[in-house]
């Protein structure tokens, strides 16, 4: 049995869901379809979820909306016109909506969640209609109506474990089931929606509770790269990875997965095959638990900009007992959270993203570790990219550190900072955000193009 998610891509038109469709179809294991809202028809398109945001926060500011309500419905009947199926559905997506919009704005959060979550609501609506309209035997099962149960955290929703039980009993049901992403409720009866890219959650969540064979991802690409096509031209695509490489990719820019999206699909065991809609018999990408270490030590290479580090020198700062959890409980006290903690004898760097601060938190950050943990220099750099070369051969492969850094001193590239994960998984480089494309390019170049001495 098969649990199939398809993101906005695969969804944003007629001609779309028509492809869905005839995927779904030819294939009797799968069984539970989770859906996104319509996504973008063409590269200046606008998502659904971001038009329910602006309907929700003109809303929420008591502001005229009917323009963008109407574009919103629009885009629905837009899609039931193509399909030539009853405009009832449209009617019920737009009372849907209405009554929504017309709810307790008391509390404002709530009140987005449960707007946002309507996009791939009334989209999952919809395409049931459009499978039962084609002579499919199909249903709409509402995340309510299965018990996806979820904590009470708005926009950052976490599934509770009660609700894999309770998603077990969806194999009972007959036909398709057709499943809105997203979001799920909390015990009170609230709509709660997860993080980004959730519903590729809401399809590891249904994949785990239902306890399939194999879930499979669709997006619009054949597979996942071994680096950013905008970066690279033509690269490598990636035939299989194991859990640890994607998250490691994801968490570093790989933008197929969001890097918490597939954790419930993990702890089941269950393998995940990222495919494409609009070439479905490509065999695409498969995500697993082990694989066989077979194509050299590096099967990825991702980048992330927005950076910044705190680098902090004391003298003897390896005796001092308590001088890291001081550090941090600083920058606690600020509210930051901090990515990695690269550190020296004597010395030790703070990697966070610089969003969190202005000038002003900086200043007292820095007062504050000169006086209390009195430092001998602090330093600030902002403007970091970093780099993060992964995959599971670079446990059993020496050297690979050392061609890592002489491939991007020959391309120019000053590391500013470097940092191996106690896993083995992956490496990290700091450099400056002018210089992320050519080391990228330069890395990729070492160990995907170059042959090895």
Same mark, same amino acid.
């Given at each position: 049995?098969?649990?199939?998610?398809?993101?906005?891509?695969?969804?944003?038109?007629?001609?779309?869901?028509?492809?869905?469709?005839?995927?779904?179809?030819?294939?009797?294991?799968?069984?539970?379809?989770?859906?996104?809202?319509?996504?973008?028809?063409?590269?200046?398109?606008?998502?659904?979820?971001?038009?329910?945001?602006?309907?929700?926060?003109?809303?929420?500011?008591?502001?005229?909306?009917?323009?963008?309500?109407?574009?919103?419905?629009?885009?629905?009947?837009?899609?039931?016109?193509?399909?030539?199926?009853?405009?009832?559905?449209?009617?019920?997506?737009?009372?849907?909506?209405?009554?929504?919009?017309?709810?307790?704005?008391?509390?404002?959060?709530?009140?987005?969640?449960?707007?946002?979550?309507?996009?791939?609501?009334?989209?999952?609506?919809?395409?049931?209609?459009?499978?039962?309209?084609?002579?499919?035997?199909?249903?709409?099962?509402?995340?309510?109506?299965?018990?996806?149960?979820?904590?009470?955290?708005?926009?950052?929703?976490?599934?509770?474990?009660?609700?894999?039980?309770?998603?077990?009993?969806?194999?009972?049901?007959?036909?398709?089931?057709?499943?809105?992403?997203?979001?799920?409720?909390?015990?009170?009866?609230?709509?709660?929606?997860?993080?980004?890219?959730?519903?590729?959650?809401?399809?590891?969540?249904?994949?785990?509770?239902?306890?399939?064979?194999?879930?499979?991802?669709?997006?619009?690409?054949?597979?996942?790269?071994?680096?950013?096509?905008?970066?690279?031209?033509?690269?490598?695509?990636?035939?299989?990875? #194991?859990? =640890?490489? +994607?998250? /490691? $990719?994801?968490?570093?820019?790989?933008?197929?997965? &969001?890097?918490? *999206? !597939? %954790?419930?699909?993990?702890?089941?065991?269950?393998?995940?095959?990222?495919?494409?809609?609009?070439?479905?018999?490509?065999?695409?990408?498969?995500?697993?638990?082990?694989?066989?270490?077979?194509?050299?030590?590096?099967?990825?290479?991702?980048?992330?900009?927005?950076?910044?580090?705190?680098?902090?020198?004391?003298?003897?700062?390896?005796?001092?007992?308590?001088?890291?959890?001081?550090?941090?409980?600083?920058?606690?006290?600020?509210?930051?959270?901090?990515?990695?903690?690269?550190?020296?004898?004597?010395?030790?760097?703070?990697?966070?993203?610089?969003?969190?601060?202005?000038?002003?938190?900086?200043?007292?950050? #820095?007062? =504050?570790? +000169?006086? /209390? $943990?009195?430092?001998?220099?602090?330093?600030?750099? &902002?403007?970091? *990219? !970093? %780099?993060?070369?992964?995959?599971?051969?670079?446990?059993?492969?020496?050297?690979?550190?050392?061609?890592?850094?002489?491939?991007?001193?020959?391309?120019?590239?000053?590391?500013?900072?470097?940092?191996?994960?106690?896993?083995?998984?992956?490496?990290?480089?700091?450099?400056?955000?002018?210089?992320?494309?050519?080391?990228?390019?330069?890395?990729?170049?070492?160990?995907?193009?170059?042959?090895?001495?």
């Amino acid at each position: 049995m098969k649990v199939v998610k398809f993101g906005g891509s695969s969804l944003a038109s007629g001609e779309q869901l028509k492809k869905v469709l005839e995927i779904v179809v030819s294939d009797p294991e799968r069984k539970a379809v989770v859906v996104s809202a319509p996504g973008k028809r063409y590269s200046d398109d606008i998502k659904v979820t971001d038009l329910l945001i602006e309907c929700a926060e003109k809303h929420l500011a008591s502001e005229p909306a009917d323009d963008v309500f109407d574009a919103i419905i629009e885009r629905y009947a837009s899609i039931a016109r193509e399909l030539e199926i009853s405009s009832d559905i449209v009617e019920t997506i737009s009372k849907d909506l209405k009554n929504l919009l017309e709810g307790d704005k008391s509390k404002p959060e709530s009140f987005l969640d449960a707007v946002k979550a309507s996009g791939e609501d009334n989209n999952a609506k919809l395409i049931a209609a459009y499978f039962q309209h084609s002579g499919v035997d199909a249903q709409y099962v509402s995340p309510k109506e299965a018990g996806l149960l979820v904590s009470d955290e708005p926009g950052n929703a976490q599934v509770l474990p009660e609700s894999y039980e309770n998603l077990y009993k969806l194999r009972e049901r007959s036909g398709i089931i057709v499943f809105p992403g997203f979001f799920g409720y909390s015990k009170s009866g609230e709509v709660l929606t997860f993080s980004r890219s959730g519903s590729d959650i809401t399809g590891s969540i249904l994949a785990n509770g239902m306890k399939a064979d194999l879930y499979e991802n669709f997006t619009d690409v054949d597979a996942v790269y071994s680096v950013n096509p905008t970066i690279v031209k033509n690269p490598k695509e990636i035939k299989e990875l #194991t859990y =640890r490489e +994607m998250r /490691e $990719l994801s968490y570093a820019g790989f933008s197929v997965f &969001h890097d918490e *999206a !597939l %954790i419930p699909a993990f702890r089941a065991g269950i393998p995940v095959n990222v495919k494409n809609t609009n070439n479905p018999t490509a065999p695409g990408t498969r995500i697993v638990n082990e694989r066989a270490n077979t194509n050299g030590p590096v099967i990825g290479i991702a980048s992330d900009k927005g950076f910044c580090s705190i680098y902090v020198s004391k003298y003897l700062m390896n005796r001092e007992i308590g001088f890291g959890r001081k550090l941090l409980q600083i920058l606690e006290d600020y509210g930051l959270t901090y990515e990695h903690v690269p550190s020296g004898i004597d010395d030790v760097t703070v990697i966070l993203r610089q969003n969190q601060m202005d000038k002003e938190i900086e200043e007292k950050i #820095t007062d =504050r570790i +000169m006086t /209390e $943990l009195q430092a001998d220099e602090v330093i600030i750099e &902002h403007n970091l *990219a !970093l %780099i993060m070369v992964v995959g599971e051969g670079m446990r059993h492969n020496v050297g690979t550190t050392a061609r890592a850094s002489k491939a991007l001193a020959n391309a120019g590239v000053n590391i500013e900072m470097i940092n191996q994960g106690s896993s083995e998984v992956s490496m990290m480089f700091g450099v400056k955000e002018p210089q992320e494309n050519r080391a990228v390019q330069a890395l990729y170049n070492e160990f995907f193009v170059a042959v090895p001495v």
